[in-house]
């Protein structure tokens, strides 16, 4: 099986030949992991604020909104796009509209792939072990998708390094259920990336301009969330036409 690292959405040529992992470390993946594991029965994922709006109207006030444009609340949510922030919330029974700059056009981008989930370090072995039981699953090679910065146009650091994570989880998982895996060069780069920094997310995310960025907006806090691993055991999956996230999790034992 090949495991590659397309470190843009538009380089998944044939999205539907692959399963894939999303990643948008900081911070929508992270931020969709953290609301299933503390409870939100489903995330719909809007392509702008406006539709986002636009589904809460359509079902009179049921979802939350919640998300960011450029880093910000936009006007009218009821929350941003802070892992942080939805850690220390009870939202058991809770529907969510998301809408976020990078991450969730990703994910709308690739839904023409057989099984699309949702990667970040705070998930990371159980994100790559799920992605290589869906992949093994359906005869196919597996992608980890960066969602990448200004609407999946340009590469980010933060992106790339957790893909180097998620592929060094995505072979440890092979070797145990007996899978062979063939690396692209996009992995062996992605791989080649992570070891630059010792494995140390903190300090990749404070090189970035994406985590800079965030700094300058007050949301630090967030940068040191999204580096922990696997924190939680949750696999977040895109279901069905409606383009909606719920928990899965096929993975290895």
């Known amino acids: 099986m090949k495991v590659d ?3 843009l959405p ?4 044939e999205p539907e030949a692959t399963a894939c992992v999303v990643v948008d470390v900081l911070r929508a993946s992270s931020s969709i992991v953290v609301l299933l594991a503390r409870g939100v029965e489903e995330i719909a994922v809007a392509a702008s604020p406006a539709e986002a709006r636009r589904m809460a109207r359509q079902q009179r006030g049921r979802y939350l909104l919640c998300g960011e444009l450029e880093g910000l609340t936009p006007p009218g949510f009821d929350h941003g796009n802070s892992p942080s922030e939805f850690d220390a919330l009870d939202l058991r029974g809770q529907h969510v509209a998301l809408s976020t700059t990078n991450g969730t056009k990703a994910l709308r981008r690739l839904r023409a792939s057989p099984a699309v989930i ?3 370090l705070l998930n990371a072995t159980a994100a790559a072990q799920t992605l290589l039981a869906e992949a093994e699953a359906r005869g196919l090679d597996a992608t980890i998708v960066c ?4 609407g999946g146009k340009r590469l980010s650091l933060e ?3 957790t893909a180097g994570a998620l592929v060094e989880k995505a072979v440890a998982a092979g070797e145990r259920a007996g899978i062979e895996v063939d690396l692209t060069d996009g992995a062996r780069i992605a791989i080649r990336l992570l070891r630059h920094y010792g494995g140390d997310a903190l300090a990749a995310f404070h090189e970035s301009e994406h985590g800079r960025k965030l700094i300058g907006l007050g949301f630090e806090r967030d940068l040191a969330f999204c580096a922990q691993t696997d924190r939680f055991d949750v696999v977040p999956r895109l279901e069905g036409e409606g383009l909606r996230l719920a928990l899965g999790n096929v ?3």
Not at 10 to 13: E, H, I, K
Not at 147 to 150: N, Q
């Open 147 to 150: 969602a990448g910065l200004s």
């Open 159 to 161: 992106d790339s390094f």
């Open 10 to 13: 538009r380089l998944v040529r």
């Open 118 to 120: 949702v990667g970040a």
């Open 251 to 253: 993975r290895f034992s």
């Open 5 to 7: 690292v397309a470190f």
